[in-house]
C-alpha cells in the first residue's frame, strides 16, 4: 500500500482504467463473438452488418490504445476472409 499521495493517486487512477479498459475489452471480443455466430449460422446478410461492427470495435480499440494496431489488423483480415468464405 502506497504512503505518499501521489502514489495513492496513482493506485486509484490506475484502478480506474483499469475498469475502464476491461469494459472495452469485453465490448470488443463480444462484436467478434457475434460476427463469428451468425457466420458459423451461415447468416451472411447478418454476418456483413455484424462484421462492420466489429471492424470497427477494433479500430476504436486500436485508437484508445487497448489492443495493438497489428492485432486488430489480423483479427479483421480473419473476419473478413469468414465473411469471404459466406460469399456475402
Not at 47 to 70: C, E, P, R
Amino acid at each position: 500500500m502506497p504512503n505518499i499521495k501521489s502514489a495513492k493517486k496513482r493506485v486509484k487512477v490506475i484502478e480506474k482504467k483499469t475498469l475502464i479498459n476491461q469494459m472495452h475489452k469485453t465490448a470488443l471480443k463480444t462484436a467478434i463473438k457475434k460476427f463469428e455466430a451468425a457466420a458459423a449460422a451461415g447468416d451472411a446478410e447478418n454476418a456483413k452488418t455484424l462484421f462492420n461492427q466489429a471492424a470497427k470495435k477494433l479500430d476504436q480499440g486500436v485508437s484508445q490504445g487497448i489492443i495493438h494496431k497489428n492485432k486488430a489488423a489480423r483479427k479483421k483480415s480473419q473476419l473478413a476472409l469468414k465473411l469471404a468464405k459466406l460469399g456475402a
